[in-house]
């Protein structure tokens, strides 16, 4: 018994200790070396994806689950992801990092190739479909996988040195007035079984069309989807990170002096 309670103990022990050891191992960055902020965001997306925190209770975080996602476009498309997941972020590449605590506000460019995939349902119905297809809409409900290559974000994101009551200070992001801009550089391929039109089985007609119109479609259909994922998806990601880790982990100057509540 003795034993085992010391195994227990010892694992225990181990396992705080692995994962405390990742944030005590951050680079310590000066606030203008961009570089250096850029290599400690990577190693925490990186970090976040695959093991999580567990010190904090973050699962790992890539895959990420997509349970009962909606997005309606216009009233024209509706599509749900009912159980599905998406795969990529902790391999997206940072192109670009900065910030400026005197100003508040910082800035960062990432690369994504994405893969979504999982139990769809989609309905769609429009004078454009009638045009273009031949039926007057599109229902589906089954499987489906999109492949998106070369995701393209750019943000500028407001942020602030927060003081807590812990008495330390985290870099506190205000998500709601974050502002970004996106182009997709492909490739774009999606896979999708049981989708109709009107009542005809027609998967391969309406995803061979997606995907010979895919930039066309994402100029016009792409924005909802794009909010969703970085606005509740991205930021999720992130934020557990910034919510959880005192600055000082990955920063070498005291922020005290620009510290507020
Ligand atoms: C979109 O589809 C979902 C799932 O089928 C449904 O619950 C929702 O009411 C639909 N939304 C609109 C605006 O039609």
């Not at 181990?14 to 606030?31: G, M």
Request: contains cysteine; negative net charge.
């Amino acid at each position: 018994m003795f034993v085992k309670n010391l195994a227990v103990l010892f694992t225990l022990t181990l396992v705080t200790f692995c994962n405390s050891s990742f944030i005590e191992d951050l680079p310590k960055c000066h606030l203008e070396d961009f570089d250096c902020l850029k290599d400690v965001y990577q190693t925490m997306i990186r970090k976040m994806g695959k093991e999580g925190l567990k010190e904090f209770n973050i699962p790992p975080l890539d895959p990420m689950k997509l349970t009962n996602v909606n997005v309606n476009v216009h009233n024209l498309v509706n599509v749900t992801m009912v159980d599905g997941i998406v795969k990529g972020i902790r391999d997206c590449v940072f192109d670009a990092f900065s910030i400026d605590i005197k100003e508040g506000r910082g800035h960062q460019e990432n690369t994504c190739d994405l893969v979504i995939k999982g139990h769809y349902t989609a309905e769609a119905s429009s004078d454009l479909i009638a045009a273009l297809l031949g039926g007057s809409s599109i229902h589906g409900d089954g499987h489906a996988k999109v492949t998106v290559g070369q995701v393209h974000v750019k943000f500028d994101f407001p942020f602030y040195a927060q003081k807590r009551d812990d008495g330390e200070i985290y870099i506190k992001c205000n998500y709601d007035l974050v502002k970004y801009d996106y182009d997709i550089g492909g490739p774009f391929v999606i896979k999708a079984d049981n989708l109709y039109l009107g009542d005809k089985e027609s998967s391969k007609i309406i995803t061979d069309m997606m995907n010979q119109n895919w930039r066309i479609m994402m100029t016009g259909f792409g924005q909802p989807f794009m909010k969703k994922a970085i606005q509740e998806y991205y930021f999720k990601f992130t934020g557990n990170f910034f919510d959880n880790v005192p600055a000082r982990y990955f920063i070498i100057e005291d922020l005290t002096p620009y510290a507020r509540p």
